[in-house]
């Protein structure tokens, strides 16, 4: 194992397997061709041709595209081609600050291969023996992910809440972090992967974020999605990294990017210092 196995396992897609999803004379996702049959169900929401998929051709504005695409994704909920449907509503934009498109429910956008956002917050604490990083461990029955290690804080982010109000909202959720100090969270910078698996295409985006916690805050999840936090040495997270899986596949990234930022990492003691800082934004 190296880091850049797990830059370059967070850009394993092969889009020579999907078909350009488009609206209007804009690409806005990918789409498998294994979905043909399913798509081919729902000829007024998806015309497909050879080179591409248009979505809600005849829909003209935000309401009617989103409800235009609504029935045909719970049909491909019942089939089991999206699973964990969540009732979350994600925006449909090509970049963030767009104007959203529409919105679709948060667990087809791999389906359609749209790109989503979310809030990576890095906890970490400075002692005079070096700097340390709280690592959370997902519940058990967690739907995605179970057991895995995350950090501190992360969430999708949702249509209809702004970048900050959702920092403060997963962090008083996962880790009971007062909002006046999970408002100290710097903002620090996005990460862009194209991760390819089993439920379609992940084209996303991670905002990063670092907070500096005191030496005696204790997290406490509070809403079941958490079995534990552990506060470890910068040089262990590093270490776990680079050498296993244990961390969900994406947050791998937001550490690397945080061991890069603080000088864990540096020209002098990794080979793949270069790839590492274009993969994190490839």
């Not at 956002?117 to 023996?129: A, K, P, T």
């Not at 040495?233 to 550490?255: G, H, S």
Request: charged share 20%; net charge negative; hydrophobic share 45%.
């Amino acid at each position: 194992m190296s880091y850049l196995d797990h830059v370059s396992h967070c850009n394993n897609a092969n889009l020579s397997e999907f078909l350009p999803l488009t609206l209007g004379a804009s690409r806005i996702g990918w789409m498998h061709h294994q979905l043909g049959t399913a798509v081919g169900h729902w000829p007024e929401t998806f015309a497909i041709s050879e080179m591409s998929v248009a979505l809600a051709p005849h829909a003209e504005d935000f309401a009617t595209r989103s409800a235009a695409v609504e029935p045909a994704l719970r049909s491909f909920a019942d089939q089991g081609l999206i699973t964990g449907w969540r009732d979350e509503p994600y925006p449909v934009m090509r970049e963030w600050g767009d104007t959203p498109l529409m919105q679709i429910e948060r667990a087809a956008c791999p389906t359609l291969g749209v790109r989503a956002w979310g809030v990576h917050v890095n906890g970490y604490v400075q002692r005079s023996e070096g700097l340390f990083m709280w690592v959370a461990k997902r519940a058990a029955d967690k739907p995605t992910y179970p057991g895995m290690l995350d950090n501190m804080v992360a969430g999708g982010q949702p249509i209809g809440i702004d970048l900050r109000a959702n920092i403060v909202k997963e962090a008083a959720e996962e880790a009971s972090i007062p909002t006046e100090l999970a408002e100290h969270a710097v903002a620090v910078g996005m990460i862009s992967y194209v991760h390819q698996f089993a439920d379609g295409l992940k084209p996303d985006q991670m905002f990063c974020y670092d907070l500096e916690l005191p030496d005696d805050f204790i997290p406490h999840n509070a809403d079941g999605e958490v079995e534990e936090f552990a506060l470890w040495p910068v040089a262990q997270v590093a270490e776990t990294v680079r050498d296993t899986t244990e961390f969900k596949f994406n947050c791998n990234l937001v550490i690397i990017d945080f061991l890069i930022r603080h000088g864990i990492l540096s020209p002098d003691n990794e080979p793949d210092y270069g790839a590492l800082c274009r993969g994190l934004r490839a």
